[in-house]
């Protein structure tokens, strides 16, 4: 396909093409520290939850290549990070380890000649304070969703969504651990998956998987069970309320363990057919964060169907936190109404 005729089929091909390139260069500083990550590497947020120098080194690279790639565009960023804690007098020597991973992942990469000084890093997050919301196009940036994930050497994923006019338009999923099927049945391989996949979606266009160090876009597709007890379901591995979602699965008559994944990396197996239904029910008065949906969810929506408990699609306009009533629940449509009928009298039981 030409270009041009990608961009007619694609009013979205030119931030899809400088997202890619922003997940998959986060990813690759990722993936080095993760391979020799330091007690020193690791701090605790004002909300006690962990954050490493890849969250914020993945967020800088992510704004940068952005606004490199895509200068006529104005720029907004709702993004998990902020520089405050980097601010910090004891903070000087993370705040230096952080720049000169950015600085060594740009220098190892062709695309750009440019070095970024403290100052640069601590401003490029800062970028990522936008409140979003329904009016105008917004990025919307988890750069590690499942921090815990990464810090064991688990799941995690570099989550990069674009909102415009409220609605989630755009996303791309960068798996580092991900083992991805479509790949592996293009290269021909027997002897395990390829590792290490990018997913992306634009409204409209299906999604897609690629090699994360590149190969040809293959077309995923979410399984087509459509009787509950062939089907298997996806939860988180620490934020999920067990006894609800074994109530749930029981009540379909799901017969297989739950797979328990950090991450939206969950979001990515479901969308290539890894397992049937994601159930995410977090601990009463959690506040679900839009960058921890707005790239998986589109990426499933693609296929299959994202709603809460409720049966109502997820309401990315409302701000940094997504408006929605108890729980998320992402399955194929042959499912979906069965599964909402079986949310909705476990959580009347359990009231
Ligand atoms: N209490 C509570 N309940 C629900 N969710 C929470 C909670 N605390 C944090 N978070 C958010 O969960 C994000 C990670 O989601 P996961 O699905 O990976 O969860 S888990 O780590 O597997 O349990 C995680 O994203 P990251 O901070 O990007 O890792 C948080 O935004
Ligand atoms: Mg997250
Ligand atoms: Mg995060
Ligand atoms: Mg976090």
Redesign the pocket.
């Known amino acids: 396909m030409s270009q041009l005729t990608e961009v007619a089929a694609n009013p979205y091909a030119d931030e899809l093409a400088a997202a890619k390139k922003a997940v998959s260069l986060a990813a690759r500083l990722c993936q080095r520290v993760q391979q020799g990550i330091l007690q020193s590497d690791i701090q605790s947020k004002a909300d006690r939850?962990p954050v490493t120098v890849a969250d914020y080194g993945s967020q800088v690279l992510i704004s940068l290549v952005l606004k490199k790639e895509l200068p006529s565009h104005s720029f907004s960023m709702v993004a998990?990070e902020d520089s405050e804690d980097l601010r910090k007098d004891d903070a000087q020597q993370i705040l230096e380890h952080i720049t000169s991973l950015v600085n060594e992942t740009i220098a190892n990469d062709d695309s750009y000649n440019m070095s970024l000084s403290k100052e640069d890093v601590l401003a490029a997050l800062d970028g990522g304070k936008s409140e979003g919301g329904p009016s105008g196009r917004h990025w919307i940036l988890?750069p590690?969703?499942?921090?815990?994930?990464f810090i064991r050497g688990d799941q995690y994923a570099v989550a990069l969504g674009l909102l415009d006019e409220g609605k989630v338009v755009l996303g791309v999923l960068g798996c580092p651990n991900l083992p991805s099927k479509s790949t592996n049945k293009h290269n021909g391989s027997s002897s395990g998956d390829q590792v290490g996949s990018l997913y992306f979606a634009t409204i409209g266009c299906g999604a897609k998987v690629q090699a994360l160090e590149g190969s040809e876009p293959q077309k995923i597709t979410i399984c087509s069970v459509n009787n509950p007890v062939d089907a298997s379901f996806f939860e988180?591995?620490?934020?999920?309320k067990r006894d609800l979602t074994s109530s749930i699965a029981e009540k379909l008559g799901v017969q297989a363990p739950p797979v328990r994944?950090?991450?939206q990396a969950?979001y990515a197996a479901l969308a290539q057919g890894d397992g049937a239904i994601y159930l995410r029910f977090?601990?009463k008065g959690?506040k679900e964060?839009v960058w921890?949906h707005a790239a998986g969810s589109i990426i499933v929506t693609a296929g299959g169907m994202v709603k809460d408990a409720s049966g109502n699609d997820l309401d990315f306009s409302k701000g940094r936190y997504l408006d929605r009533d108890r729980g998320i629940i992402a399955t194929n449509r042959y499912l979906m109404p069965m599964v909402l009928k079986a949310v909705q009298e476990a959580i009347d039981e359990e009231q």
């Open positions: 939850t998990e988890d590690i969703d499942g921090t815990k994930g988180s591995l620490e934020h999920s994944m950090d991450s969950k977090s601990g959690y964060r921890d």
